[in-house]
């Protein structure tokens, strides 16, 4: 080999071993995101930015076991592991603390109540629909996130000009389409923990009892007395609700009722079929977690149920009884569309974890700018 081809070989060897060391000094350092955020063993991101946040709601847990303060209660709870300090402030006040949330009393008369709801960074606002809820809430500076889950929840606010800062937050797709607005607005879905119900699945494969959870007009509690009558052979469960007037019969020997439970999953673990011919739905809870638990699900034409169940369960009219027991009998006789009921029923759960991941991660950001 000639000389100057020993130079050039001794001047690529050098390059080789040099350029590593050259990619070290000139490569574009990665972000450090724990700068920001820093990760839970829970898996909860946690900010760096925690905020003073006060929930206003006319009840609370555990005085009401609803829909609503359920979902309330698993929205504060995600806040609370992100860093942030919260608060509740409720009508009617009973307890002065619920899983380490500290409740107060709603006074707009007094001094004290009115300086915590002013000077929090944000509040969450959950209250009813009437404009005099508002009194202390109009006098903040900060954002007020109205939380709306039902279709005549504050028709009057959406679609006017207010001086104080809010933005919407809908339940669903549906109240969404409904009750347009004027203002910044989102959509997050109430929360289920879908783990919780996952070890039911196993005892609702063959258990043929029917069951209405919430027995009040709206919900379908006549309906209820008379889908029972028309099927004798078929065992029902009236599940009394947290609210509203129930329409409740006396026991027979198809149909009882029992007193409304804490944990939905005492219910869940009796029953194999769940009916909720609702007039108005904005969406379906009890629709998720029984899909969760395994146990198909028949509903409604009402909005909310349609978009929730997503197609993974039997669609009645309300008032076409011989529809509802047709599908209740074929649930019963029919093993194998039972267990593809029950398959539609756990795709469909998979699509709402993703969507509720996404919907409470969309308002920790707006929360955390």
Known sequence: MSRHLLVLAAIATICILLNPLFQEETRVPKPNYEA????????????????????????????????????????????????????????THEVDTYDNFPIYKYDPLDETCKARIINADIALYQMGSGYENLEIVKLRTKKTYIFVHMYNSYPWLLQQKVSFPIIIVYNSRSTQDTLPTLYDNMRMIPYVSMDEFKPIRSLTVQNNVVCLINCNYNKGGEILKEIASKMQNVQFIGVKGGYSDQI????????????????????????????????????????????????????????GLVECVGGAGIQC???DLDSWCEAINRIIGDPAYREKLRQNGFNRIKDIEKEQRRGRQELAMKIEV
């Open 36 to 91: 920001k955020y820093q990760l839970l063993k829970s898996g909860t991101i946690k900010t760096n930015k925690p905020k003073t946040i006060i929930l206003l709601c006319d009840s609370f847990l555990p005085t009401t076991f609803a829909g609503s303060e359920l979902s309330a209660f698993e929205t504060i709870r995600y806040l609370r592991d992100r860093g942030h300090k919260i608060c509740i402030s409720v009508k």
């Open 248 to 303: 409740i019969g006396k026991n027979t020997n198809n149909l009882i009722y029992i007193d409304n439970q804490k944990d939905i999953k005492v219910v869940l673990r009796k029953i194999g079929i769940l009916i909720m011919p609702s007039k108005n739905e904005t969406w379906g809870r009890t629709a998720v977690e029984a899909m969760s638990s395994g146990i198909p699900v028949i509903h409604s034409e009402a909005p």
């Open 317 to 319: 009219y309300r008032n």
